[in-house]
């Protein structure tokens, strides 16, 4: 299915390009268009956003409940839990930690 849209996309920048009806200015416009559909990760903040709640949303759940599990039974926080909650301390520090190509 991905590979199909991409396909379709390319196709489409192809076909704008080789458009000789359409003025420049035209061409320039519908092949940004283009260009924005076939990125959506990079160019909607709403999925960054998103991902980032839910993360910080696990951290924060996983240390109340591991919080909540030692002072109410007494017991070890189970060791699933505190990998759950690494895990989203990790992938917070990925997306979160500048890029070194930028």
Same mark, same amino acid.
């Given at each position: $299915?991905? #590979?199909?849209?991409?396909?379709?996309?390319?196709? *489409?920048?192809?076909?704008?390009? #080789?458009?000789?009806?359409? %003025?420049?200015?035209?061409?320039?416009?519908?092949?940004? %268009?283009?260009?924005?559909?076939?990125? @959506? *990760?990079? %160019?909607?903040?709403?999925?960054?956003?998103?991902?980032?709640?839910?993360?910080?949303?696990?951290?924060?759940?996983?240390?109340? =409940? =591991?919080?909540?599990?030692?002072?109410?039974?007494?017991?070890?926080? @189970?060791? =699933?839990?505190?990998?759950? =909650?690494?895990?989203?301390?990790?992938?917070?520090?990925?997306?979160?930690? @500048?890029? @070194? $190509?930028?």
């Amino acid at each position: $299915m991905a #590979n199909n849209v991409k396909e379709t996309l390319q196709n *489409l920048i192809q076909q704008v390009t #080789n458009d000789n009806s359409l %003025s420049s200015d035209q061409k320039v416009k519908l092949l940004e %268009s283009l260009q924005t559909l076939s990125t @959506p *990760l990079q %160019s909607d903040r709403w999925i960054f956003r998103l991902v980032v709640a839910f993360l910080g949303l696990t951290v924060l759940l996983t240390v109340l =409940g =591991g919080f909540y599990l030692s002072i109410k039974t007494a017991a070890t926080i @189970p060791e =699933g839990l505190i990998a759950l =909650g690494s895990a989203a301390v990790g992938a917070l520090a990925g997306l979160l930690a @500048p890029s @070194p $190509m930028k």
